[in-house]
Nanobody, 124 residues
Framework: QVQLVESGGGLVQAGGSLRLSCAASGRTFSGYHMGWFRQAPGKEREFVAA????????RYADSVKGRFTISRDSAKNMVYLQLNSLKFEDTAVYYC?????????????????WGKGTLVTVSS
């Protein structure tokens, strides 16, 4: 059974940085892609970034492009999301997700596995 555990959220001032981590376990992920999604209060869950486990190919939402960076450490089964130049509107619960295909999906309904999320709060 795939398990995903996020960490690294917290309170940060606008313009600051955070690094989120996602510990993945339960199987080998070579044929998977991993994604980060976020959900702000009263809003739907939205795609943030994704990475193909096999070759490290990435994809980003336009709203975070140039500010956030997704990466993975295959040896440790870890996925990271570096958040820089944070804005108030980045405030949300951030979720790590996985799907057993290298094709990257940005629709949260297509993801198979989810962590419980970590809260990022950006103060203005």
């Amino acid at each position: 059974q795939v398990q995903l555990v996020e960490s690294g959220g917290g309170l940060v001032q606008a313009g600051g940085s955070l690094r989120l981590s996602c510990a993945a376990s339960g199987r080998t992920f070579s044929g998977y892609h991993m994604g980060w999604f976020r959900q702000a209060p009263g809003k739907e869950r939205e795609f943030v970034a994704a990475i193909r486990w096999s070759d490290g190919s990435t994809r980003y939402a336009d709203s975070v492009k140039g500010r956030f960076t997704i990466s993975r450490d295959s040896a440790k089964n870890m996925v990271y999301l570096q958040l820089n130049s944070l804005k108030f509107e980045d405030t949300a619960v951030y979720y790590c997700a996985a799907k057993g295909t290298p094709i990257i999906f940005t629709d949260s309904r297509r993801m198979n596995y989810w962590g419980k999320g970590t809260l990022v709060t950006v103060s203005s």
